[in-house]
T-cell receptor
Framework: DTGVSQNPRHKITKRGQNVTFRCDPI?????LYWYRQTLGQGPEFLTY????????KSRLLSDRFSAERPKGSFSTLEIQRTEQGDSAMYLC????????????FGSGTRLTVV | QKEVEQNSGPLSVPEGAIASLNCTYS??????FFWYRQYSGKSPELIMS????GDKEDGRFTAQLNKASQYVSLLIRDSQPSDSATYLC??????????FGTGTRLQVFP
């Protein structure tokens, strides 16, 4: 097991395009989280899954954002009609238990919208 | 008021000194507390967790928790240039998600 894997590592897209990111959690972890981090800020919670169920979505997650975890394994985060304000590091994390034991982050996907 | 507050720094300490990083939180119902280290351009890495009042030591790191005063601190003894990073405080309120502070940037100079 090599930890939480995120792809791609970097993505440059033009404003208005759609992008999709993938996260593969640690295999035995049933919880998967998406966070967004901008320069000089801490990670901000976007959404999380327990197995395939999406249990919470932040109000930061506008209608242009959608996340799925279809079989309770990998997850995808799609951003439609990207805007320059979407430029950020998108972090995925997973845990075997509730967040009260902390969790392991992937390397992140850095999105730049030009 | 932010849920988790940290001084953004930078905190500059000489090599070999003790670095002291502080964090306050607003929700008294918070149960679990974490320190993550984040190098520039990298993702956060969990370095300490603490759940009860008092001190918890792990190598050169000591986490301190005071629930009555709602603060958490991280001490790094014998600071090394390789400790230069942003340190993120995170809090869990007995739910599945962590709430992060903005981080404190630590610079250790030779």
């Amino acid at each position: 097991d090599t930890g939480v894997s995120q792809n791609p590592r970097h993505k440059i897209t033009k404003r208005g395009q759609n992008v999709t990111f993938r996260c593969d959690p640690i295999s035995e972890h049933n919880r998967l989280y998406w966070y967004r981090q901008t320069l000089g800020q801490g990670p901000e919670f976007l959404t999380y899954f327990q197995n395939e169920a999406q249990l919470e979505k932040s109000r930061l997650l506008s209608d242009r954002f959608s996340a799925e975890r279809p079989k309770g394994s990998f997850s995808t985060l799609e951003i439609q009609r990207t805007e320059q304000g979407d430029s950020a590091m998108y972090l995925c994390a997973s845990s075997a238990n509730r967040g009260d034991y902390g969790y392991t982050f992937g390397s992140g996907t850095r999105l730049t919208v030009v | 008021q932010k849920e988790v507050e940290q001084n953004s720094g930078p905190l500059s300490v000489p090599e070999g000194a003790i670095a002291s990083l502080n964090c306050t939180y607003s929700d008294r119902g918070s149960q679990s507390f974490f320190w993550y280290r984040q190098y520039s351009g990298k993702s956060p890495e969990l370095i300490m967790s603490i759940y009860s009042n008092g001190d918890k030591e792990d190598g050169r790191f000591t986490a301190q928790l005071n629930k009555a005063s709602q603060y958490v601190s991280l001490l790094i003894r014998d600071s090394q240039p390789s400790d230069s990073a942003t340190y993120l405080c995170a809090v869990n309120r007995n739910t599945d998600k962590l709430i992060f502070g903005t981080g404190t940037r630590l610079q250790v100079f030779p």
